[in-house]
Nanobody, 118 residues
């Protein structure tokens, strides 16, 4: 099982980044996918989640209207489009896969750093 993330890096305040997470080794279309983040000295927090078929999404309040989660089940990939980035968005961002049926299974990506700074 692998969740390989890409698209992190350094961006100026107000800028945009698009994160990708490519999955392999499991039935991607059966898993809800999420993005989490963890800033230095803080707990890991949910950024956004998308259901297995992509029919429903949910966002943390501070990301609503700025971030968009999407997925392409044909490519086994989930995306996070981040716009209007702020310095407080600086964190390690992690991809997370979770299934519920027939049993609960979950996997984490390795995490990549996003730094918002001028």
């Amino acid at each position: 099982v692998q969740l390989v993330e890409s698209g992190g890096g350094l961006v100026q305040p107000g800028g945009s980044l698009r994160r990708s997470c490519a999955a392999s080794g499991f039935t991607f279309s059966s898993y809800d996918m999420s993005w989490y983040r963890q800033a230095s000295g803080k707990e890991r927090e949910l950024v956004a989640v998308i259901t297995s078929r992509g029919g429903s999404t949910n966002y943390a309040d501070s990301m609503k209207g700025r971030f968009t989660i999407s997925r392409d089940n044909a490519k086994n990939t989930v995306y996070l489009q981040m716009n209007s980035l702020k310095s407080e968005d600086t964190a390690m961002y992690y991809c997370y896969a979770r299934s519920y049926f027939p049993s609960s299974k979950s996997y984490w990506g390795q995490g990549t750093q996003v730094t918002v700074s001028s």
